[in-house]
């Protein structure tokens, strides 16, 4: 396997946002069947298909992105959300990760998520 996905996958599972700028990855353009998943503060990871997607929503006053799919919905709260939302409706976005608070400040432009919760709409 090659070396660079083992060290990605190790930061993923491990919530390393010192090794990774970023805690958003994109689709290569190329893409054709998209999902988009998330790793949770504690590590867990949930992929869901972009056509499930029901709604979205961006709530600036609340600091969070909501996103129904058929059968879960997905709440992003966190800081600088609106680019992370325009991407979201171009379905640009492959994986979310959560960070810890205290990189915020890091941060100049880019979205950080602080908090993703995955309930079931049934």
């Not at 990605?8 to 999902?35: A, P, Q």
């Not at 869901?48 to 029901?54: C, H, K």
């Amino acid at each position: 396997m090659d070396q660079g996905f083992n060290d990605k996958f190790e930061r993923m599972l491990g919530n390393d946002v010192t090794r990774n700028e970023n805690n958003i990855e994109f689709h290569d353009e190329k893409s054709y069947s998209r999902y988009l998943s998330f790793v949770l503060k504690d590590g867990k990871c949930r992929s869901f298909n972009y056509a499930y997607i029901v709604t979205t929503e961006y709530n600036p006053d609340a600091l969070q992105i909501t996103i129904e799919f058929t059968s879960h919905t997905v709440v992003l709260k966190g800081e600088k959300l609106e680019g992370l939302y325009t991407d979201l409706l171009t379905h640009l976005p492959k994986l979310i990760q959560c960070s810890n608070d205290r990189y915020n400040v890091l941060s100049d432009s880019k979205p950080v998520v602080n908090d993703i919760t995955v309930m079931s709409n049934r």
